[in-house]
């Protein structure tokens, strides 16, 4: 019945909602009839002839005096006025001029009258500031145009509700009529209501034109009415200069606007330090105001110093505030402030705002509040999550950094001694685990003020002092040996400066990593996060001080054997030491960096290269799952296993990225480049029976143990949907080294084609073959999530880097399997999705793992992705940077060397399967709901358009003259597609234009497309 009447006569429909919404009538049938006139005015309102418009505009009003009385709801006057609004919205403009007349002398009726009218005031720009789909873009602007015109009306009237009714709210409170008062009180409220609004986007300059600036000054020392008159001088001093207003004008009001929330703040924090109390959200107001001053207008100010000295003073109270959100609200200002100098100082950048120079007193008291903060424990408990708890003090650290780096003499750096003095108290001591949190934040504050401080060099008797008390001092708890090493790494960006101490601070490091015994699995995690820090500092200090540690490398490289030798040092962290020697070297040459790839190295060929480990577990699927058997050895340095074997790919591949390129940045000089020969063919073979076990002939004779471990867990559900889960490490053992050696073989592949370039493919060439086939044998039984990592790891890589010579080589071998085998799944499980809401590709659940966990969402996530992977590799395809041969004027100069000489030429030669499987993948992935798809399918659409045509190709003309065409045109229909319109559209142009000469076939089908 409801929707009937909303769909019947529109003349009914209005009878009837004013029948409903009269005053005889119950306060929800009321509503309800209300309602109903909204619905007609905002959807049906053109369906009404002149006469009867102007008969319910009316009407409308009569409805305002009619509501108007002292107990009439809240609701039924707010809803009112909003009705108003809307009708008014929806007629011609000269009717608002006619309403505005009528609404004005209104409000002189009673106060309850002029409540209501500044309601209708207040609701009437809604569309101005809001976007609403129901008002046409035309109307919206001249909407605008009609208010900004009536401003010299309205601004006058809401002075004179302002005035009038405060003064006659104040003589009837001292006339005990209460309430009077009360009803002249809340024609103040929504006067203000009001003028919030019309803040937003009117002219600056009319509020102090018309008097509304000082009745904000005046009203806001009402506590009834000073946060509705705070929220209006805070909109004012976010608002940016429009071109159309006078500089001057613009900053004379905002700053006449500044004096008076000056002075008003200047009587809070007096009335606040003599134990007086007020509203949190009233100073939250004050607060919010000065902020948006300073970070958008703070031009207002910036040129006189006292003001600024003022504003400064003030804003530190903010931040000194024992009420946690004004601190909070606060401290963006001067991260903004700091940030601005710092970007000015380093790239000479013009800035919107002015900059300012943060006196060295004001420094002072902002690391002052910084330290305080960070060594104050339980503030978390002021934040609903961890990660806002993390965010803030991440700001206190910056503040700290930004603070350090502008004032960096000693004089402030002695503003640290306090805190160095905590840390020096701790270090005379046996500190116990209670003091770990001080600890912890005191290193953290070490490290910010030192990176500020000492990036551009220089030396510090202070930080001398606590170098060599950090030297000194002996710590074995795996929690303190953490911090300790922590605190080195506070120290680098000064360590460098002063290389006399690398020596010293390695054999430090040194100690404590022996310090900490090396601990099984089972075994707390406190000792390998001990360590792992220890290692980590090494890598910081090359990373930072990579010239200083260089001398010394021969030191760390015959510790790192010896402690090898004694089962010191576990493999992964032999990586990390190595890995560190790796960057050193990189500083210092070309032949160093050989000589210390080679030393490192040496151990992983001896046992890499050796036959006996490839011929006991890399020939067939049954030898690897025994290595899969192999785990109780990784404590073990040099014994072999499948976490030693992990470890060796996982330094390839950490080899290959931190090595520099050779002489001039030349790859074929490249370190790398002379080991690729030995550590290659085992690794092909690797993959090959890593990628077999999700064979189903091979799966079901798999133990229990890897058959669960090929599954997908509930762990890496909840990381695909984007979701957190605890990860049972021991239980997840297998399956991480599954996807570590993946994950890190495809990465050495990937690193090998990009970083050594035409040496890669050259001197590689001969496996080629080996590689096809390891990558390639067991394409129809991989998994979507594994197949998305071997497109986006390698195959676009190798499509990238290959040299032209060489691409029939290599991915003459490579892509018509992948892109066969893509066009052959992608739009069966796209097809699925779409009619029966389930993907169904197959992947493997773990069965313990799945409850609680939606697996038609992870399939389709896991659709999305990969299909995104491989439009990707289309579009890399289709990108002219690949045909860097091509002459200038040449035929599609658009297309690549891929359409041109390798797959459209060959179209019907060589691999006629993949042609025609990429390019219906191509037209395809147009037709799917996924818009990021949709833009890298268009790419590779639009080359082979541009082929099409010039290339004397029948069959390739007719698909994509039809099928392509078609598939386009469809596109459009898709919501999804919605943002690629425009390079669709283009892409049906470009057909018609390029194909015409040739073919009549897009002009046949234009008339049945849908």
Not at 441 to 468: I, K, N, P
Not at 535 to 547: D, N, V, Y
Not at 755 to 769: A, D, K
Not at 955 to 979: C, P, Y
Request: glycine letters at 6%.
């Amino acid at each position: 019945f409801h929707e009937q009447i909303k769909s019947g006569d529109v003349r009914v429909l209005g009878g009837t909602a004013f029948a409903l919404s009269s005053q005889n009538q119950p306060l929800e049938v009321r509503h309800y009839g209300l309602k109903l006139l909204q619905h007609l005015v905002r959807i049906r309102w053109d369906e009404l002839n002149h006469e009867e418009k102007g008969k319910m505009t009316g009407m409308v009003l009569d409805m305002v005096k009619e509501f108007a009385t002292p107990h009439e709801a809240w609701s039924m006057k707010s809803q009112t006025a909003a009705l108003v609004a809307e009708v008014t919205r929806r007629e011609e403009p000269d009717v608002w001029k006619g309403m505005l007349k009528s609404l004005l002398p209104i409000s002189d009726m009673s106060p309850v009258h002029a409540e209501m009218v500044a309601m209708v005031m207040r609701w009437l720009p809604e569309d101005v500031i809001v976007h609403n789909e129901d008002l046409e873009t035309t109307r919206r602007r001249q909407l605008l145009s009609e208010l900004t015109e009536s401003l010299p009306q309205l601004f006058p009237f809401f002075y004179k509700l302002l005035e009038k009714h405060f003064g006659a709210g104040m003589e009837a409170m001292h006339l005990q009529q209460m309430e009077l008062a009360k009803q002249h009180a809340a024609v103040v409220t929504a006067a203000l209501q009001a003028v919030l609004v019309y803040a937003e986007w009117s002219p600056v300059t009319n509020f102090s034109s018309y008097g509304l600036v000082e009745a904000c000054g005046f009203l806001i020392n009402s506590p009834e009415f000073r946060l509705a008159a705070c929220e209006i001088l805070k909109q004012l001093l976010s608002r940016r200069k429009p071109y159309d207003e006078d500089v001057e004008l613009f900053n004379s009001v905002l700053a006449r606007v500044y004096e008076i929330l000056s002075s008003v703040c200047d009587a809070y924090f007096v009335h606040y330090d003599g134990g007086g109390s007020a509203p949190l959200e009233f100073a939250e107001c004050l607060c919010e105001a000065l902020v948006a001053l300073g970070s958008q207008n703070l031009q207002v100010i910036s040129s006189n110093n006292q003001k600024l000295a003022t504003y400064y003073r003030q804003m530190l109270k903010f931040l000194q505030h024992s009420e946690f959100p004004l601190h909070v609200q606060a401290l963006p200002l001067w991260l903004g402030l700091l940030r601005d100098s710092l970007s000015v100082e380093r790239n000479k950048v013009i800035i919107a705002r002015p900059t300012v120079v943060v006196p060295i007193e004001t420094a002072s008291v902002l690391l002052d509040v910084a330290f305080q903060k960070l060594l104050k424990d339980g503030q978390e408990e002021e934040f609903t999550s961890a990660v806002d708890y993390s965010q803030y003090r991440g700001r206190l650290i910056e503040l700290i950094r930004l603070v350090a780096h502008h004032h960096h003499d000693l004089g402030i750096t002695k503003k640290i001694s306090s805190q160095v003095f905590i840390l020096h108290s701790i270090l005379l001591s046996n500190p116990s685990l209670q003091e770990y949190f001080i600890l912890e934040s005191t290193h953290t504050m070490l490290d910010a003020v030192v990176t500020g401080c000492f990036a551009r060099g220089g030396t510090s008797e202070l930080l001398d002092g606590l170098l060599q008390r950090l030297l000194t001092v002996h710590w074995s708890e795996p929690e303190l040996v953490e911090i300790h090493a922590k605190c080195f790494d506070a120290l680098v960006p000064y360590i460098k400066n002063v290389p006399t101490a690398v020596p010293t601070v390695i054999q430090k490091l040194f100690q404590l990593l022996v310090t900490v015994p090396v601990v099984s699995k089972e075994a707390s995690s406190t000792n390998s996060k001990a360590r792992f820090q220890v290692c980590t500092s090494f890598l910081r200090i090359a990373k930072l001080a990579g010239p200083a540690l260089f001398p010394h490398m021969q030191i760390v490289a015959e510790t790192m054997t010896r402690l090898q030798q004694e089962r010191h040092l576990l493999r992964g962290e032999y990586i990390l030491l190595g890995e560190s020697l790796l960057v050193a070297g990189s500083t210092a040459g070309y032949e160093q960096q050989n000589q210390v790839l080679e030393w490192l190295l040496g151990p992983f060929r001896d046992y890499w290269c050796h036959s006996d480990w490839q011929q006991k577990y890399l020939c067939d699927p049954a030898g690897f799952v025994r290595l899969l058997g192999t785990t109780t050895t990784e404590n073990l340095s040099g014994d072999e296993g499948m976490w030693y074997i992990f470890h060796s790919i996982h330094f390839f591949e950490k080899a290959l990225r931190r090595c520099a390129a050779g002489v001039e940045g030349n790859p074929s000089s490249h370190p790398m480049a002379v080991h690729m020969s030995w550590i290659l063919p085992p690794l092909i073979q690797l993959l090959r029976c890593l990628h077999s076990l999700w064979i189903p002939s091979i799966l079901s004779t798999l133990p229990p143990p890897v058959r669960q471990a090929i599954h997908l867990s509930a762990s890496e559900q909840a990381s695909i949907l984007g979701e957190s889960k605890t990860v049972d490490h021991k239980e997840d053992e297998l399956r991480n080294w599954l996807k570590s050696v993946r994950d890190s073989g495809y990465n050495v592949l990937r690193y090998a084609s990009s970083r050594l370039g035409n040496q890669f493919f050259v001197n590689m060439s001969g496996l080629s073959g080996p590689l096809a086939t390891g990558l390639m044998e067991s394409l129809s039984s991989m998994e979507f999530r594994h197949l998305r990592s071997l497109v986006h790891s390698v195959i676009q890589s190798f499509v990238r880097f290959c040299p032209q010579s060489l691409r029939e080589v290599w991915l003459g071998q490579l892509l018509p399997p992948l892109l066969v085998h893509c066009h052959a799944t992608l739009p069966l499980a796209w097809e699925n999705l779409v009619r029966e809401g389930a993907v169904k590709t197959g992947t493997l659940f773990a069965v313990d793992g799945s409850s609680g966990i939606n697996t038609e969402l992870v399939e389709e996530r896991m659709l999305r992705e990969l299909t995104r992977e491989v439009c990707t590799l289309l579009a890399i395809m289709a990108s002219s940077e690949l045909n860097p041969e091509q002459q200038p004027g040449m035929l599609c100069s658009y297309a690549l060397w891929f359409n041109i000489y390798f797959f459209l030429r060959s179209y019907v030669i060589q691999h006629s399967a993949a042609a025609f499987a990429t390019v219906h993948l191509g037209i395809q992935s147009l037709q799917w709901p996924d818009s990021d798809a949709v833009h890298r399918g268009a790419v590779f659409c639009g080359a082979v358009i541009d082929v099409a045509g010039p290339l004397n190709d029948t069959n390739l003309r007719e698909i994509v003259g039809k099928d392509m065409f078609t598939a386009i045109i469809q596109s459009l229909t898709l919501e999804s597609n919605s943002a690629a319109h425009a390079e669709l559209l283009g892409l049906l142009r470009e057909i018609l234009v390029k194909l015409s000469p040739h073919t009549s076939t897009p002009k046949q089908v234009s008339p049945s497309a849908p």
